[in-house]
């Protein structure tokens, strides 16, 4: 399984971007999905996750709220629409998944990952 993240960039603090993360080479639509995010220097952090059937989604609590994470199976597809970004969002984000199709909130739950796209918020 490879996955594709896109949809990084530079933008302002107050702004949004979405990102998208489109799977190859698997079942998609049995995976459970997730957006993780690490800045230098630090651990891989939890951001978002979703059930293979979108029934299910989990957030962090710095971006509850602000944050949606979805997919579509048809395109497999997962995406992280973000809202009122902050300076502090700024880092690599990933997108991984997971076999068991489970909205983990752990890195080491997750069998497949990308190879992530920067997101920088400027103040």
């Known amino acids: 399984v490879q996955l594709q993240a896109s949809g990084g960039g530079l933008v302002q603090a107050g702004g949004s971007l979405k990102l998208s993360c489109e799977a190859s080479?698997?079942?998609?639509?049995?995976?459970?999905m997730g957006w993780f995010r690490q800045v230098p220097g630090k651990e891989r952090m939890f951001v978002a996750s979703i059930s293979w059937s979108g029934g299910r989604t989990y957030y962090s609590d710095s971006v509850q709220g602000r944050f949606t994470i979805s997919r579509d199976n048809g395109k497999n597809t997962a995406y992280l629409q973000m809202n009122s970004l902050k300076p502090e969002d700024t880092a690599v984000y990933y997108c991984?998944?997971?076999?068991?199709?489970?909205?983990?909130?752990?890195?080491?739950?997750?069998?497949?990952w990308g190879l992530g796209t920067q997101v920088t918020v400027s103040s």
């Open positions: 080479g698997g079942t998609f639509e049995k995976y459970g």
């Open positions: 991984a998944a997971d076999r068991e199709g489970t909205p983990s909130m752990y890195v080491v739950e997750y069998d497949y």
